[in-house]
């Protein structure tokens, strides 16, 4: 069966840069784009089969006309979602709906659960986790008061860190980071504060209510913890395993064969270059592997990051 790679779909925003070009040798619309939709099947950016059997072909088609491509996973859509996101500039404060409240207030929207792989960051930089609210009421009366300084909680990083982001986490991406991203296939996002910043003349839309109605409080760390081992050919690092997906990176030197989940797997090439199954890879490409494809067999000097749905 062969792989399925993708024509990502870039997004623009008030807080992008050009590393999406620079880095990965994509073709950006301007000089301010923020997100490469890099494996989606969401109406909001969806991407197209490039090359092969099914070029051409919307990934939603193939989602409900092949089925036995993705092993039959339940469910009317690609439950997944994956990104590589160019903050030059800080992202707004944001919190994300879980499925019953999205379900209930998004038209049926999933919910958002995400995953951050930290593709490289300048010095010092940090990022938002969390917040330091002692229960729901304080939370509530610093947004409302806005005592910013008081609620945002912030962690430092640095390139090859990951960040597991429930629903009801208080996050932002903060300017110098480039991240890959994996996230249900939703767009459902609740700003909270957005630095009081003009877009087109204007400030931009927040979600007060829905952001108190969601944020969880006080805030709990995600207690997951990378776990790494070498084998054949590579460096395995087995990031999460949640409700929705399992996430793992593999550092190949030489030659590493590996059979994939029953469903599908999802694969970005995050560094370096190779192949895979004799088919040349470089940094940049993303692919999905569908059900039953047997072993693969990537060759090369390379990173790669694989998510498989749960």
Known sequence: MEFLFLEPVFKEAIWGGTRLRDVFGYEIPGDTTGECWAISAHKNGECRIAGGKYDGKLLSSLWKENPELFGHYPGDQFPLLIKIIDAKNDLSIQVHPDDAYAGTHENGSLGKTECWYILDCEPDTEI????????????????????????????????????QIDPGCVHAIKGGTMILETQQSSDITYRVYDYDRLSDGKPRQLHVEQSIDTIKAPFEPNESRPVTEKVPGAVHTHFVTCNYYTVDKYDIDGVFSVEFNKYFTNVSVISGKGSVNGIPLEAGQHFIVPSESGECRFEGTMSIICSNPE
């Open 128 to 163: 938002v986790i969390g917040h330091h609210a002692k229960n729901k009421k304080e939370m509530e009366s610093m947004i409302r008061e806005r005592r910013w300084e008081e609620f945002i909680r912030t962690v430092p990083i640095k390139k090859g860190d990951f960040f």
